[in-house]
């Protein structure tokens, strides 16, 4: 099997360079923002992380607009049409948050957001995410390497995957009142998925605190899988043995493999991978982009997969 592949992003693509370019872009947007007066009385300034240092790992591509970033969504747990999370999300009450860490660690814990966070580990991510229904975004997410969080409480010799786990509520969730998933929402990665240092512990975006239709408090992003990896509203994170079932698994085996690598020789059931819409290009440029293997990062996280034949593990 190659390691090098002709459809990953060479590195040039994820230079300092770029990614002064790309905060130039950054601080342009969040003055649009106040320009349009998504965040009154907010100054960048103020903004709780813009002072964020930009990442060797971002993309150079155009920013998403927040007001899509914030206003499409899928987050089900709210509710299963694209504008619900926004309408919805404000019973959710993110302070205070804590976050037990347990399984196969040596220091097992439940620990506050505001002990979680370490804001000299804090960075700013320009990251593509696609969804498995055929849509992707840019967007400056901020946060620290899930690997980071780890490390600090010490996976056994026997730890080999990671499961995450979404708050259960259904005061707070109310489309937990239905049986759509079967609650609370449950993810999973591979250990050394986990502790790839593309796989993003997010707190913010566009410079301030994650909205909540965006999975606030924190939420984790993996740029190379479909969107519904990346779990929102975090508050369980077990290492575990065996590999751990997900919510998407439990609905559908058939469709949603426990991989869930972005790849557009693979198609799902329902949808082909082979393309993207860009939320924001709908207008003028209306050209549907072709997706690329593992969304893109496949320089970065084809070796995680090599000798694994990617139909057989979807
Ligand atoms: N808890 C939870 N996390 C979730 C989901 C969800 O329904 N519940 N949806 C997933 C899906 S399908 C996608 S595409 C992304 C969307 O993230 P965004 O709304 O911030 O773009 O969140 C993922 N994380
Ligand atoms: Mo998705």
Redesign the pocket.
């Known amino acids: 099997m190659r390691t090098r592949r002709p459809y990953s992003l060479p590195w040039s693509q994820v230079t300092p360079e770029k990614t002064y370019l790309s905060r130039r872009r950054l601080l342009a947007a969040a003055g649009a923002m106040l320009g349009g007066g998504l965040l009154p009385g907010l100054g960048v300034a103020s903004s709780r992380f813009a002072g964020a240092p930009a990442s060797r790992f971002s993309t150079d591509e155009p920013l998403t607009p927040l007001k899509h970033?914030t206003s499409?969504?899928?987050?089900?747990?709210f509710g299963t049409g694209k504008d619900d999370?926004a309408r919805n999300a404000h019973t959710l009450k993110t302070t205070p948050w804590a976050v037990e860490i347990g399984g196969e660690v040596t220091r097992p814990a439940t620990v506050g957001l505001e002990e979680l966070i370490q804001p000299a580990h804090l960075e700013e991510r320009i990251y593509r995410?696609?969804?498995?229904?055929g849509?992707s975004?840019v967007?400056p997410w901020v946060g620290f390497p899930l690997a980071d969080l780890l490390k600090r409480f010490q996976p056994t010799s026997r730890a080999n995957y990671v499961a995450f786990e979404?708050?259960y509520d259904p005061e707070q969730m109310p489309g937990q009142k239905r049986p759509v998933?079967d609650w609370?929402?449950r993810?999973g990665l591979r250990l050394d998925e986990a502790m790839h240092p593309l796989t993003l512990l997010t707190v913010g975006?566009y410079g301030n605190e994650?909205p909540n239709?965006?999975?606030a408090p924190l939420?984790?992003v993996v740029p190379w899988k479909?969107?519904?990896?990346?779990?929102?509203?975090?508050v369980r994170i077990r290492l575990t043995e065996q590999r751990p079932t997900t919510?998407?698994e439990m609905a559908n085996a058939r469709e949603y493999g426990f991989y869930s690598n972005v790849n557009p020789e693979v198609d799902h059931p329902r949808w082909s991978q082979a393309r993207e819409r860009r939320l924001g290009e709908e207008s003028l440029f209306q050209k549907k982009r072709p997706t690329l293997m593992f969304n893109g990062y496949g320089e970065q996280v084809a070796h995680l997969y090599q000798g694994m034949d990617l139909r057989k593990y979807y």
């Open positions: 970033v499409y969504n899928n987050f089900y747990e999370p995410l696609r969804c498995v229904e849509w975004m967007i979404t708050l998933l609370p929402y993810e975006l994650l239709q965006n999975g939420r984790l479909y969107g519904f990896k990346s779990i929102k509203s975090i919510s998407w």
